[in-house]
């Protein structure tokens, strides 16, 4: 699908447009309790995003060193509804401005899916308004268009690209062809990239969620300080792997006597971290050269990584790859996101009905 930029009338006010042909930006609302953050926005037909709200549902969880299911879909259940007025309050919009309602439908916790895509629905019926349901890994996938309204003209990906999309519950290498055309490459056999950060932070009791503390610890570590293994590098294809790692690191914990001091502290999270960094772009580097794809996005949760930007970037550059990858609020699980690819593939003519429910898997091909 070939996009359409319509940056000379987008803030324009239609007084000052006189009787030039005016056609509106679409503005779209999008919705994502797929795990455990209720996040909203709106998002228009260039990937500008007005306003975006989350409440976070870490303290809710603390307690229990992880996402405890029933908990995070009451309170999606709390949050929702408050969060889309305050939404429209801020972003000052009408529900007339709105135009598509996306909200995630797959895949993720199924009753946390089930709060957004019922209220969606209800929402949609209620107010007469397009919906659609997405998958939550396209939101992903498609992440790295969003922009803020200062960025409007900034440059952007092209398609084709590679994207590679890590998680909590991801680590999926793609070919970008289109917003409707999307084919996988390779993802990992086991454990997810988020998964493996989460429960090495759960080893050395760093605390939830893990990924963000095993990052701050990394700082001033030596990374070199502990070898682990680098699963998948010698063989052909563009699968990751990262349970061999994940045993490797609880050996070696259980090895040290407590309590662990802070310098050791920071060189196991620094060489752990970089383990999978080195992991993650070498695939990515195989996947640019064997395809000559220069245009490449990183994105979902572990793409807040601050080691993993820095390595990706000195990649790029020295490769000249036109690398692109979030702002840090559109890595992690944001509603932006799904309002943006829920919005460009409405475009390109994918539409849900009432029959939308949510499921807890999705194939990167199942849109609806
Ligand atoms: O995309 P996301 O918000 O939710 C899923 O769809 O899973 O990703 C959450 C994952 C968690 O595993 C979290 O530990 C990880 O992203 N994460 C990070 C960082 N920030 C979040 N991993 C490494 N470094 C970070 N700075
Ligand atoms: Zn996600």
Redesign the pocket.
Known sequence: MKIIFWNWYKYESPKTLGQRKVRYLKLSLGIET????TSVALVDENGVVHCQLMASQVSGHLPFGGVVPEVASRLHYEALLPLIDQLLGQAQKSWSDVSLLAVSSRP?LVGSLLVGVVTAKTLALGLRKELIGVN??HG?IFSPFLRSIEEADSQNLQFPYLSL??????THLYLVESYTRVLELGKTRDD????A??KF?NLLRLGF????????FSKGGDRKAYNFPRAMLKRPGYEFSFSGLKASAMRLIQEIPAPIEDSQRSELCASF?EA?CDVLIHQLSKASRNFSIRQVSI??????????RERAEKWAKEEGVFLKIPEMKY????GSMIAYAGLMQSLSGWKSDQSLSPSPRALTGDFL
Do not use: K, M, Y
């Open positions: 797929s795990c455990d953050d993720g939550h890994i992903h999309v890590v998680s909590g519950g991801h997810a990239a988020g998964e950060f989460d932070s969620p893990g990924g963000p503390l095993v990052d701050r971290q999978i994105s979902g949760g572990v793409s807040a990584n601050s080691r993993l890595c992690t699980d944001n």
